[in-house]
């Protein structure tokens, strides 16, 4: 029998340039998962639609600003770790008012997807965040 693990609802939203570069951002030190990669995002508050959720934090951690109609749902990742259990949309969006601005000391980059797939990848992501990588490829080919 399994021992029941807190779910953690959290929100990522892929930012796609006119070049087909995702944005991602490094987790700064001191942070769980610190050094890592991830798309911008975060936790779902109580009473936030996922969109919602986007929007806030994307304010908070860039200081751009997105409709909710610019949010396209795309995949979602759902992965176990030790003390909790994650699940995660990834919507992709191609419009947002402003230029991104790390605001929480994070270290941010423009990468291509093909990038974040090489096995010796620049980019190291944690581990909830790798079967987002395929279906965000495939959504770029398209």
Request: glycine fraction near 4%; hydrophobic fraction near 45%; charged fraction near 25%.
């Amino acid at each position: 029998m399994t021992h029941p693990r807190r779910l953690l609802l959290v929100a990522a939203c892929a930012l796609i340039d006119d070049r087909n570069r995702v944005l991602v951002a490094r987790r700064p030190k001191g942070k769980k998962l610190e050094g890592l990669w991830e798309f911008p995002g975060g936790k779902i508050e109580p009473g936030e639609s996922p969109e919602e959720t986007l929007a806030r934090e994307l304010i908070e951690e860039l200081a751009i600003r997105i409709d909710g109609s610019s949010l396209t749902a795309l995949t979602f990742a759902s992965y176990r770790y030790p003390d909790f259990h994650l699940l995660m949309p990834l919507f992709v969006c191609r419009q947002w008012d402003g230029v991104p601005n790390p605001l929480e000391n994070q270290v941010l980059a423009w990468v291509l997807v093909t990038d974040l797939l090489r096995p010796d990848s620049p980019y190291p992501m944690p581990p909830a965040d790798a079967p987002l990588i395929p279906a965000l490829r495939n959504f770029l080919k398209a």
